[in-house]
């Protein structure tokens, strides 16, 4: 069975960092791109950061994570976070890793598995 478990949330202060675990299990991580997103009330899903372990580890970013977040993926343990650094009241919002067989991007359409989410509130 495929499992992605999201840990690590919670409220914060602007300026502040959070470090977000995805625990992954029921297949190969190294084989799979991995997607966090985050999707703030009434909105839709944001790509925040992918990587793609099959191809290396080669990261991308959008724009409002650049600088700030980082992606890594530990295939040995089967683990992917998603370190936020420098954080701001807009970043609030349930943050979700996700992935994907076929290609990585931050859309969502390719992703064939999804976490169900870690709550990430930062205060101003």
């Known amino acids: 069975e495929v499992r992605l478990v999201e840990s690590g949330g919670g409220l914060v202060q602007a300026g502040g960092s959070l470090t977000l675990s995805c625990a992954t299990s029921?297949?190969?991580?190294?084989?799979?791109?991995v997607g966090w997103f985050r999707r703030a009330p009434g909105e839709e899903h944001e790509g925040i950061a992918c990587?793609?372990?099959?191809?290396?580890?080669?990261?991308l970013y959008a724009d409002s994570a650049k600088r700030r977040f980082t992606i890594h993926s530990d295939n040995a343990n089967n683990m992917v976070y998603l370190q936020m650094n420098n954080l701001k009241p807009e970043d609030t919002a349930d943050y979700c890793c996700?992935?994907?067989?076929?290609?990585?991007?931050?859309?969502?359409?390719?992703?064939?598995?999804w976490g169900q989410g870690t709550r990430v509130t930062v205060s101003s």
């Open positions: 029921g297949f190969i991580l190294g084989d799979y791109g």
């Open positions: 990587i793609s372990n099959s191809l290396g580890g080669e990261t």
């Open positions: 996700a992935a994907a067989l076929s290609g990585w991007s931050l859309g969502t359409d390719e992703y064939d598995y």
